[in-house]
């Protein structure tokens, strides 16, 4: 079991970078496969990055795959989710999921942040 909390969001402008974090107060992330979902106004939660337990894999969503690195320290029980080249589309409240990751695919598990707030705009 894990209590999972992001933090990192906040407004930033069109083709800024951002960076994501993901930790937990009970727990270890190395138990787990991990990944990043958002949820856009009005729309529904969709899968953006998940990675294996052991950083070995990562896979990504086709939207955001060459400008969103995910990334994990297993060490501190730290998940990242770098974004580069952010467009409005990409506005949306981020959320981190403890799950399985097996043969490339993430299946996200019922274990979630509250989610983090990132804004793009001008």
């Known amino acids: 079991q894990v209590h999972l909390m992001e933090s990192g969001g906040r407004l930033v402008q069109p083709g800024g970078s951002l960076r994501l974090s993901c930790t937990t107060s009970v727990g270890l992330l190395s138990d787990y496969g991990m990944g990043w979902y958002r949820q856009a106004p009005g729309k529904e939660r969709e899968f953006v990055a998940g990675i294996s337990w052991n950083a070995v894999s990562t896979v990504y969503a086709g939207s955001v795959q060459g400008r969103f690195i995910i990334s994990r320290d297993n060490a501190n029980n730290i998940l990242y989710l770098q974004m580069n080249s952010l467009t409005a589309e990409d506005t949306a409240v981020y959320y981190c999921?403890?799950?399985?990751?097996?043969?490339?695919?993430?299946?996200?598990?019922?274990?979630w942040g509250q989610g983090t707030q990132v804004t793009v705009s001008s």
């Open positions: 999921n403890a799950g399985d990751y097996y043969a490339g695919r993430f299946r996200h598990g019922d274990q």
